[in-house]
T-cell receptor, first 113, second 111 residues
Framework: SAVISQKPSRDICQRGTSLTIQCQVDSQVTMMFWYRQQPGQSLTLIATANQGSEATYESGFVIDKFPISRPNLTFSTLTVSNMSPEDSSIYLC??????????FGQGTRLTVV | QQPVQSPQAVILREGEDAVINCSSSKALYSVHWYRQKHGEAPVFLMILLKGGEQKGHDKISASFNEKKQQSSLYLTASQLSYSGTYFCGTYGAGSQGNLIFGKGTKLSVKP
């Protein structure tokens, strides 16, 4: 199994500012995934973060808006840049264990005002 | 390709049963089921890795019909604690381990 610590758990931010979300895993993992969950919606993959290489972004998500760092095998950050109210969502990091079970952080509930 | 879940919502009384379906137009190699309570992260329920597989614990079980490219989640004698949104997830083509989730089924269990 994997235990993921994600912070902050929630934040209220002014439009035009940036927020960095941190994700710490209790074991080394090759890939970490960042998802967004808009209110009442399903989870949508933002990007896949590999250690030592640039993140791979899904269609509709760009590095300038959602820069990701992955400095080692247990840690990653996602920054939501130049925020607008449309960015209000829950952001979740996730890892997949060798038996393919996916674990999620507690999520960051972001409100942009 | 996002899997399709049905129904979108279910309202039950305690003790009643429910079935949630998950289907895909693409070949399915595995199906993952998660439950998410309001304001919380999704919690893993089970994985089905091969056609014909059935799994279950407590009164929640699932089946995987590989040929029909679908999976069903069965909730028997539902309890209040079963309330939440249920998501099925599958691996997309070329996936590196990320899941593609269905839109979810909201289950409400009433006393």
């Amino acid at each position: 199994s994997a235990v993921i610590s994600q912070k902050p758990s929630r934040d209220i931010c002014q439009r035009g500012t940036s927020l960095t979300i941190q994700c710490q895993v209790d074991s080394q993992v090759t890939m970490m995934f960042w998802y967004r969950q808009q209110p009442g919606q399903s989870l949508t993959l933002i990007a896949t973060a590999n250690q030592g290489s640039e993140a791979t972004y899904e269609s509709g998500f760009v590095i300038d808006k959602f820069p990701i760092s992955r400095p080692n095998l247990t840690f990653s950050t996602l920054t939501v840049s130049n925020m607008s109210p449309e960015d209000s969502s829950i952001y979740l990091c996730s890892v997949v264990t060798p038996n393919t079970e996916a674990f999620f952080g507690q999520g960051t509930r972001l409100t942009v005002v | 390709q996002q899997p399709v879940q049905s129904p979108q919502a279910v309202i039950l009384r305690e003790g009643e049963d429910a079935v949630i379906n998950c289907s895909s137009s693409k070949a399915l190699y595995s199906v993952h089921w998660y439950r998410q309570k309001h304001g919380e992260a999704p919690v893993f329920l089970m994985i089905l890795l091969k056609g014909g597989e059935q799994k279950g614990h407590d009164k929640i079980s699932a089946s995987f019909n590989e040929k029909k490219q679908q999976s069903s989640l069965y909730l028997t004698a539902s309890q209040l604690s079963y309330s939440g949104t249920y998501f099925c997830g599958t691996y997309g083509a070329g996936s590196q381990g990320n899941l593609i989730f269905g839109k979810g089924t909201k289950l409400s269990v009433k006393p």
